[in-house]
């Protein structure tokens, strides 16, 4: 896995305060230990993404200023539709985010869209609102590619 996968991976591990899951020998996949190590990853997360745009809000409305300076109210308007773009993001994240919650309460979670196999832990660590194992979610870039070029 590339090094910034796996950042990005402990970094949502640690934002859950939780540690890489150690899968045990003959371990069912996708046991109640491993949903429930999920769940809170995906709670975790989703409540940090929440609290940054309640951050958002309260730094727009604290600094919202009316510049006389054409400059410097351009500058202001420019880092509020950048804050802007980045929370539309967080905001369809924690879509995203809710929808795998639902699809851990349904026992649908952890396995591929597309063809059924399990996903594997390693991979849902590191994105834990993957709905495609590696090789659909490769093959689906390839023809992403394919259709755009």
């Not at 970094?11 to 230990?33: R, V």
């Not at 429930?36 to 609290?51: D, G, P, S, T, V």
Request: glycine content about 4%.
């Amino acid at each position: 896995m590339p090094e910034s996968k796996v950042r990005k991976s402990l970094g949502i591990l640690a934002t859950a305060g939780l540690e890489p899951y150690k899968e045990k020998a003959c371990e069912e996949y996708m046991n109640a230990q491993q949903i429930e190590h999920f769940r809170k990853i995906l709670q975790a997360w989703r409540e940090q993404l929440m609290e940054e745009v309640d951050r958002t809000v309260h730094h727009m409305q604290d600094e919202a200023s009316n510049f006389p300076d054409p400059v410097d109210r351009a500058s202001q308007e420019e880092e509020f539709s950048l804050e802007l773009r980045n929370r539309d993001r967080e905001r369809k994240l924690i879509k995203k985010i809710s929808k795998t919650l639902q699809r851990l309460e349904d026992d649908d979670f952890g396995f591929c869209d597309l063809c059924g196999v399990e996903i594997g832990i390693r991979r849902l660590e590191a994105r834990p609102t993957a709905d495609l194992c590696i090789d659909c979610k490769t093959l689906a870039e390839i023809k992403e590619k394919q259709m755009a070029g």
